[in-house]
């Protein structure tokens, strides 16, 4: 065990070096390729100086984690005579084909010269193709039933068929929240970092070697990233990262079978779609708008708060309640 948690920080250093040395190869390349974000109007005007910035930079932490993954399973099986792990390799396959769907609507932008890509229902009913598919792979290999933990307790309930819809609608919730907080410079890698931080201790406390791997890399990927992503950004995940990102992020809930604790570790990703449903529904229903622009970090922004600011206080609040799940679940 202790071999394995010292190659799970081989595994965090290594996607770290791999994803800054793609993101600083594919730079240049996005910009000859014209692969540059295109502001909304609707946005803050002063988003305008953005555009232009080359995104798709999700790309480069996504070839680190599968190459590594590669390398790792290999190493594993082969040298340390560790069994396959069928969780990981799941769940780096579920995050990739989330990834590959981002990068269709990354690319319709871009052949449509504008910033909307695949229409929702489209993208919707992809990414609810690609969450059965890793719901039936995990019941299929024994790794989940239709029992619902209850986080931080030692209760379960059976919910028989039910559990399914419930799952798909926690994937494809958070995968879409991760999307909609990469709104402004190193948000999402920022607050997922943290996540994948908080995942990475849950590991240590339940010797879950899986969960240290896919958390180390998520860790690793963020971090190198951010060397070209924080504030002032020289390049954007785009749809291609952020959905790859929130796949893995409700993943590392998924492998250690506790979906429901993603929701209080992604905190800030909840209170983003939450913002998006309430500003939508307050205007259907009132004609009135109860933010000043949603999501949730844009209304600080129109506050007059700096992304720095912002992205500082998000990635403490996501700090904050990480701390309180893992306390929660460790002494339940």
Same mark, same amino acid.
């Given at each position: 065990m202790d071999l394995l948690r010292i190659l799970s920080g081989a595994v965090l250093v290594c996607v770290f070096i791999l994803t800054a040395f793609f993101t600083r190869l594919i730079i240049p390349k996005l910009k000859s390729m014209k692969l540059g974000q295109t502001i909304l109007e609707i946005g803050p005007r002063w988003h305008k100086n953005k555009e232009g910035t080359p995104t798709m930079g999700g790309i480069a932490f996504i070839s680190a +984690?599968?190459?590594?993954?590669?390398?790792?399973?290999?190493?594993?099986?082969?040298?340390?005579?560790?069994?396959?792990?069928?969780? #990981?390799?799941?769940?780096? %396959?579920?995050?990739? #084909?989330?990834?590959?769907?981002? +990068?269709?609507?990354?690319?319709?932008k871009f052949k449509n010269h504008r910033n909307e890509?695949?229409?929702?229902?489209?993208?919707?009913?992809?990414? #609810?193709?690609?969450?059965?598919?890793?719901?039936?792979?995990?019941?299929?290999?024994?790794?989940?039933?239709?029992?619902?933990?209850?986080?931080?307790?030692?209760?379960?309930?059976?919910?028989?068929?039910?559990?399914?819809?419930?799952?798909?609608?926690?994937?494809?919730? +958070?995968?879409?929240?991760?999307?909609?907080?990469?709104?402004?410079?190193?948000?999402?890698?920022?607050?997922?970092?943290?996540?994948?931080?908080?995942?990475?201790?849950?590991?240590?406390?339940?010797?879950?070697?899986? #969960?240290?791997?896919?958390?180390?890399?998520? %860790?690793?990927?963020?971090?190198?990233?951010?060397?070209?992503?924080?504030?002032?950004?020289?390049?954007?995940?785009?749809?291609?990262?952020?959905?790859?990102?929130?796949?893995?992020?409700v993943g590392c809930a998924f492998i250690i079978n506790d979906p429901l604790i993603i929701l209080i570790i992604g905190i800030v990703y909840v209170a983003e779609s939450l913002s998006v449903i309430i500003q939508v529904g307050s205007f259907k229903l009132t004609g009135k708008r109860i933010f000043k622009m949603s999501p949730i970090h844009h209304h600080f922004e129109k506050c007059g708060w700096s992304e720095i600011k912002i992205v500082s206080v998000f990635s403490f609040v996501t700090f904050v309640f990480s701390a309180i799940a893992v306390i929660l679940s460790v002494i339940k």
């Open positions: +984690i599968l190459l590594v993954s590669v390398v790792l399973v290999v190493f594993c099986s082969t040298v340390l005579d560790e069994p396959v792990f069928i969780r #990981l390799i799941i769940t780096v %396959i579920f995050a990739a #084909l989330n990834g590959a769907i981002g +990068i269709i609507d990354d690319m319709t890509g695949l229409s929702a229902s489209q993208k919707f009913l992809l990414q #609810l193709i690609v969450a059965a598919l890793y719901l039936f792979a995990l019941s299929y290999t024994g790794f989940i039933n239709t029992v619902m933990p209850i986080s931080f307790t030692n209760i379960g309930l059976d919910l028989k068929i039910v559990y399914y819809p419930m799952a798909l609608i926690v994937i494809t919730g +958070i995968i879409n929240s991760v999307n909609l907080t990469d709104g402004i410079d190193g948000l999402a890698s920022s607050v997922t970092m943290v996540v994948g931080a908080a995942f990475a201790v849950l590991s240590f406390f339940k010797s879950d070697t899986e #969960l240290s791997f896919l958390s180390s890399m998520i %860790i690793g990927a963020c971090l190198g990233f951010l060397v070209y992503n924080f504030y002032p950004a020289r390049i954007f995940m785009g749809d291609t990262g952020s959905l790859f990102l929130g796949a893995a992020a």
